[in-house]
């Protein structure tokens, strides 16, 4: 069972860093690096901003739960 939450911790850990690198940049952060800049020019991109909002919302959560399901495997 800890090995899963180790698992689960460290693929969601990848997929948060992922994600907020793909949000649009408030201006010359690492999403105008790569190619964040481009997509802002894009019409409906503020519907898929909010879907990358709520993905990365639930993610973060998988993420939390998973630090503390890790924790009390580990207090034991």
């Known amino acids: 069972m800890e090995t899963a939450f180790q698992?689960?911790?460290?693929i969601t850990?990848?997929?948060?860093?992922?994600?907020?690198l793909l949000h649009k940049g408030k201006g010359g952060?690492?999403?105008?690096?790569f190619g964040g800049g481009?997509?802002?020019?894009?019409?409906g991109s503020s519907?898929?901003?909010r879907n990358l909002d709520r993905i990365t919302y639930i993610v973060?959560?998988?993420?939390?739960?998973a630090c503390i399901g890790?924790?009390?495997l580990l207090k034991d």
């Open 47 to 49: 519907i898929a901003e």
């Open 70 to 72: 890790l924790l009390l």
């Open 7 to 10: 698992i689960l911790l460290l």
């Open 29 to 33: 952060g690492l999403s105008d690096l």
């Open 13 to 20: 850990s990848v997929l948060i860093v992922l994600l907020v």
């Open 60 to 65: 973060v959560t998988v993420w939390a739960s």
């Open 38 to 43: 481009v997509s802002s020019s894009l019409g």
